[in-house]
């Protein structure tokens, strides 16, 4: 009976194991075709240039930017870097774990 408990949870282990895995390989997987597609398709590249910039003004005039060093005192982020970062969206367009005061 241990015997089969301990295969049991083994192979539960290894498929959480695998799902991760898996998980993680499609995200490098997506990143690169969104990095090539940001380079060769110009109107894709011009939108994501837009929305950046849009993110940098917020950023720039929130109470929480730190001037000097460009980053964010609440995550410690550089914004220049964290704003170019490709988030899920909710519903109303607000970025999920973007910035944590739901500002974009
Ligand atoms: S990430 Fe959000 S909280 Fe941080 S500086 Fe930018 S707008 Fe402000």
Request: charged fraction near 30%.
């Amino acid at each position: 009976m241990g015997y089969y408990m301990y295969t049991i949870m083994e192979i539960y282990c290894m498929n959480k194991f695998c799902k991760k895995l898996f998980i993680f390989i499609t995200n490098i997987i997506k990143g690169y075709i969104s990095w090539i597609w940001y380079y060769l398709y110009k109107p894709y590249r011009k939108k994501r240039k837009e929305l950046f910039s849009k993110r940098i003004k917020i950023c720039e005039s929130c109470q929480f930017f730190w001037k000097p060093a460009r980053n964010c005192t609440l995550c410690g982020c550089f914004v220049d870097i964290k704003t170019k970062g490709e988030f899920k969206l909710d519903e109303n367009g607000i970025s999920r774990d973007g910035c944590i005061m739901k500002k974009w």
